[in-house]
């Protein structure tokens, strides 16, 4: 039952409704078609009835009580002679029903007498298998009834004019509804077709064939936006699976080159006895590369970990001064190395913010470390905190190299260095800011960066109070 469902297709499905719909209403318009040629047939027969009545009441006289016909004879050779498509029968009764006068077309049968009427009265019956509409009226002698004058038609015609109206009709529902089905189902099948476009192209795309995109219909309706939706989206996946593609072949690469520089040294080393001054030198710096591929490994944790699930935040009341102080702590070494002024700067200096530490000093420590590593010299650092109703304003500044303005919306990208030609001596993989980045979206952190080159860089956060 639920497959067959499934194989009654959307074209059938749309079609088969507007046939519902279609079903209702013609079948009420050929019942008003029908009601209406029936009321109106049935008028007309009244109407050739009451004349018939009102001629032939013209014929009767009343005399010492009983009704004869004016001219009796007259009468009998005209109702011989009419000859009608529909004939008439007529019939004259005395006051207590007894047959006084007939048409000759009535031949041996009579008509229906309802006795003790006083007034017209209109039936149906039956006369020799014939159905026949009559009217019965009293013929009235002052007030007494003195005889009755009986009218039939034949409705043979009509009721079969109507029949075959109910017939026709019957028979044409199911042919028009079957017809209309089919057009329905063409006209459907048309407007869907880009329904279509989107199921081919869907069965085109593969992992590695991203290219495809679906043909936009003409018309900007609904099928328009869903396609063109798809299209956004299958954009988006392709950037990130372009994305995912480079971002592994750039860590495989990262990790290769400073596992061959170890794997180079170590067999140098080995391959003869060395004095103990070339063994601590080579040691140490297989120690240095060691830890770079350690800081290698912690980055890209940290991002994939943070990168699909929303890990469960852990919220809590911060201290900005005092996150800031362990933050420059970690950093104390670099900055007295290169001569760096920090000049920090929090107003209100108590300011506190709901947060996870964890996650916001990561940011901090990815920014204030590249302010240091991108930093001349005795270059400056400048830390600005204010609080703005109830956004948190968080400025860096250094004025160290800066940023080209053509790396400007790429440096967030995983892996990507602006310097990684001009100053190779600077290490890093280009992971920073990608993991800012992501942190920032997870707490909610707008983050802005201007650069200038030669100048410096000004990174704000503004981080949401509550
Ligand atoms: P990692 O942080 O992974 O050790 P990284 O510092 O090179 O390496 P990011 O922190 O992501 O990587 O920074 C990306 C690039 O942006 C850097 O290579 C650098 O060119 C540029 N950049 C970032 N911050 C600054 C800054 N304060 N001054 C100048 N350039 C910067
Ligand atoms: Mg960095």
Redesign the pocket.
């Known amino acids: 039952m639920i497959e067959s469902m499934y194989n009654f297709s959307f074209k059938n499905r749309i079609a088969f409704n507007y046939i519902i719909t279609t079903a209702l209403l013609i079948g009420v318009v050929f019942m008003i078609i029908y009601v209406v040629v029936k009321i109106s047939v049935s008028n007309h027969l009244d109407q050739d009835l009451q004349r018939e009545v009102d001629r032939h009441s013209k014929e009767i006289e009343v005399k010492d009580g009983v009704i004869a016909l004016r001219k009796h004879t007259e009468w009998m050779e005209r109702e011989h002679n009419t000859v009608g498509v529909d004939p008439v029968f007529i019939e004259f009764l005395d006051a207590e029903g007894k047959l006084i006068d007939k048409s000759p077309n009535l031949k041996d049968s009579e008509l229906l007498y309802i006795p003790d009427y006083v007034d017209n009265i209109v039936t149906e019956g039956k006369l020799a298998d014939k159905k026949i509409r009559q009217e019965q009226v009293p013929i009235y002698d002052d007030d007494e009834i003195a005889g009755y004058l009986l009218v039939a038609v034949s409705i043979e015609g009509s009721t079969v004019v109507l029949e075959s109206l109910r017939h026709v009709l019957l028979i044409s529902y199911p042919f028009i509804l079957l017809i209309l089905f089919f057009v329905a189902r063409i006209i459907a099948g048309r407007s869907i077709k880009p329904i279509n476009d989107i199921i081919e192209t869907s069965n085109a795309i593969t992992r590695d064939n991203l290219i495809s995109r679906i043909p936009l219909p003409h018309n900007k309706d609904e099928l328009y936006i869903l396609s063109d939706t798809i299209n956004n989206l299958l954009d988006r996946v392709e950037q990130t699976i372009e994305r995912e593609k480079s971002f592994t072949s750039y860590a495989s690469h990262e990790f290769r080159t400073p596992l061959a520089v170890l794997k180079g040294t170590l067999e140098v080393l080995i391959r003869k006895p060395r004095g103990q001054e070339e063994y601590e030198e080579k040691i140490n710096y297989c120690i240095k590369e060691v830890d770079r591929l350690n800081?290698l490994v912690d980055?890209l944790l940290i991002l994939t970990r943070y990168e699909n699930q929303k890990q469960s935040l852990k919220l809590e009341d911060t201290a900005i001064e005092n996150l800031v102080s362990i933050c420059l702590k970690r950093f104390s070494s670099q900055i007295q190395n290169k001569g760096i002024q920090v000049h920090t700067n929090i107003t209100p200096e108590n300011i506190r913010i709901k947060t996870d530490s964890y996650l916001f000093s990561t940011i901090i420590n990815?920014?204030l470390?590249?302010?240091i590593?991108?930093?001349e010299q005795g270059g400056i650092i400048r830390i600005d905190v204010t609080n703005e109703n109830n956004t948190v304003i968080f400025v860096i500044k250094?004025n160290?190299?800066?940023?080209a303005q053509k790396?400007m919306d790429k440096?967030?990208d995983k892996f990507?260095?602006?310097?990684?030609n001009d100053h190779p001596q600077?290490?890093?993989?280009?992971?920073?800011?990608?993991?800012?980045k992501r942190f920032s979206e997870l707490l909610q952190i707008k983050i802005e960066i201007a650069?200038q080159e030669a100048k410096?860089?000004v990174?704000t956060l503004a981080i949401p109070q509550s």
């Open positions: 800081h980055e990815n920014i470390s590249n302010a590593k991108y930093s250094d160290g190299m800066g940023i790396d440096i967030f990507y260095r602006s310097y990684e600077i290490k890093g993989f280009g992971l920073g800011l990608a993991i800012v650069s410096g860089t990174i």
